[in-house]
């Protein structure tokens, strides 16, 4: 028996820092009102952006209309995409009706 207790310990010693990592925890769903203030941005707009697709959210059958349920890890990532992306340039359809016609 304590041949057995011996060896759990050697076992449990030898694993390195990296290995011992604390147990996976899930990051609850909150709701439109507490993604609005951790982006400081009104409701209507986060739900706006949820139905274009610009952020992840999840949507659950309610009485009359969806209801929508988000993970805070995930719109940080999809709002700073959102944020950090590029304007791009001026369309050739812009650029086209922005030019005047000759009356020659």
């Known amino acids: 028996m ?22 996976f925890r899930l990051e609850p769903f909150v709701d439109a009102d507490s993604v609005s203030s951790f982006l400081s941005v009104p409701r209507s ?5 949820t ?8 949507a659950y059958k309610g009485r009359s209309r969806h209801v929508y349920r988000y993970r805070l890890s995930e719109v940080s990532e999809d709002f700073s ?10 369309s050739q359809a812009a650029l086209a009706s922005q030019r005047r016609k000759s009356n020659g």
Do not use: F, H, N, W
């Not at 011996?6 to 147990?23: D, G, N």
């Not at 995409?81 to 001026?90: D, E, M, P, W």
């Open 2 to 23: 304590a041949a057995k207790d011996m060896s759990v310990a050697l076992i449990a010693s030898s694993q390195t820092e990296s290995e011992r990592q604390p147990p």
């Open 51 to 58: 139905r274009e697709g610009k952020i992840r959210g999840y």
């Open 81 to 90: 995409a959102l944020a950090c992306r590029s304007k791009g340039t001026i």
């Open 45 to 49: 707009d986060v739900l706006r952006m």
